[in-house]
């Protein structure tokens, strides 16, 4: 059950392609305190997790309706406990999720073909559902909100771990980069400025945006749904899409305008408070062998600063001189991507960029290595100098090494217990019944437990 709780925010979206299954509409499958859940619920998302390619298994009807309870219970708490979510917060979750939709469909066209309905007509649909979630997972955060561990109870969590059950932990590194973007000059840029101005006249001459956007714009995100970006706020893309976004009024068209990504022009199509929808081209400048000449010059004068005249160390150099955003303020180190929120610079070798891993394994800790040319998934390419801070060796873990990990551990296990320890508490409180049909679950045995109780109160 503690696993459960943790997970069960990662639950399945119901698809909306299953109409067949509404013939059980009236069966309710269980109740908890106000709240009912019909077997219809249970069937369109069993339905939705064979149609993603799971095996056809009756148990996870139980894993379903378990979740369902949970989410129940958590929302009405939730009311009591004044705890809610924004209308614009839900709106942006359900236009996250359906971009993903859409871009898995093959476009906006074949999702509703798909779904049997427009996507606003299944946007609203789902929208009740999505927004119970939400606030429920917001519920869950306000439980744990205070909880902690202190150095103590994450050296009794530790003593309490049999020796031959403690985690093994991979060889680990500590890698710094210096990363060197080859930029195109005015020169250079002034091509795909015009490619993207010429569309941009296109349509204002009449041709249809949506059109002009899946034939030729670059992003590969919103390009098969005409551009359409979906509602976003102002923390959510490069600041100078925001700044132009939010200057237009419904319906209008801005100018060519440049971001990292390349050069844009966009329409707004709703203004819904402090988000908008609009849609967009991009048009991506490809880098030349110049650009990648001049950045190579750069990157072995920075490597001499650090190496040969020693006029500045490795950390400084990569807060003046990297590209990257995300360790340029870091001193340059690369953080564990498995271990952001407690921003982990250990990372285990078989997570290193191969790329990275492979030069890595021929430094000495302490080391810099010469820039070398990288080429991402993406075919873009940069020029890096690396820096190896440290080497830790595969291990068993323990206190002195893995105090970090150790803790993160002991973090978990504590808000499980207290999640579990609120349900239990929870359940024994409210009213619960279940369908005969699921009483043999082991998923349920806590809530049928519950129900049995209830049962036998006077």
């Known amino acids: 059950m503690r696993k459960f709780i943790v997970v069960f925010f990662s639950s399945l979206l119901t698809f909306g392609f299953a109409q067949a299954q509404r013939s059980t509409l009236d069966k309710v499958a269980g109740v908890v305190g106000g709240s009912i859940i ?27 309706l378990s979740r369902l309870l949970t989410q129940k219970l958590l929302a009405q708490q939730a009311v009591i406990d004044s ?43 789902i929208r009740p559902d999505i927004k119970e979630q939400m606030i429920a997972e917001k ?19 530790y003593s309490h771990i049999p020796k031959d059950s403690l985690p093994s932990y991979n060889k680990e590194v500590e890698v710094g980069e210096i990363v060197f973007q080859p930029k195109l000059n005015k020169d250079e840029k002034q091509f795909y400025k015009d490619k993207a101005e010429g569309l941009r006249t296109r349509v204002k001459n009449g041709e249809d945006f949506g059109n002009i956007a899946r034939i030729y714009s670059q992003d590969p995100g919103s390009a098969m749904d005409g551009g359409d970006l979906g509602f976003f706020d102002r923390s959510t893309m490069a600041k100078e899409f925001t700044a132009t976004a939010f200057k237009l009024k419904a319906g209008e068209i801005s100018p060519v305008f440049e971001t990292e990504f390349g050069f844009h022009f966009l329409q707004v199509i709703e203004r819904r408070g402090e988000q908008v929808h609009a849609r967009h081209v991009l048009v991506i400048p490809v880098i030349t062998p110049g650009s990648l000449t001049r950045i190579k010059a750069k990157a072995d004068s920075v490597y001499d600063l650090i190496t040969k005249n020693k006029q500045i160390d490795f950390s400084t150099a990569a807060s003046v001189y990297s590209d990257d955003r995300e360790t340029k303020y870091n001193g340059g180190m690369i953080l564990n991507a498995e271990e952001v929120q407690s921003r982990s610079t250990l990372i285990p070798t078989n997570k290193l960029d191969p790329q990275v891993a492979l030069i890595v394994d021929t430094m000495k800790v302490n080391g810099i290595s010469k820039p070398q040319l990288f080429t991402a998934q993406d075919g873009k390419q940069t020029y890096k100098i690396l820096y190896l801070r440290s080497v830790t060796d595969a291990h068993k873990a323990n206190l002195a090494q893995d105090l970090p990990k150790l803790k993160e551990v002991a973090q978990a296990d504590k808000v499980n217990r207290t999640v579990s320890e609120w349900f239990e508490k929870k359940r024994k409180s409210t009213f619960v019944r279940l369908d005969p049909e699921f009483t043999t679950c082991a998923e349920l045995k806590p809530w049928i437990n519950t129900q049995q109780t209830a049962q036998v109160k006077p």
């Open 38 to 64: 019909l077997k219809s619920d249970i069937e369109l998302q069993y339905a939705n997790y064979l149609a993603q390619g799971g095996a056809a298994n009756p148990d996870i009807k139980c894993a379903i």
């Open 83 to 125: 705890v809610t979510v924004t209308e614009d917060d839900v709106d942006a979750n359900i236009d996250r999720r359906m971009r993903g939709m859409i871009q898995r469909a093959g476009g906006q066209d074949r999702l509703e073909q798909f779904l049997g309905r427009s996507t606003i007509q299944y946007k609203d649909e």
């Open 139 to 157: 519920m869950q955060g306000k439980i744990t909100e205070k909880v902690s561990v202190t150095p103590q109870e994450v050296q009794r969590f």
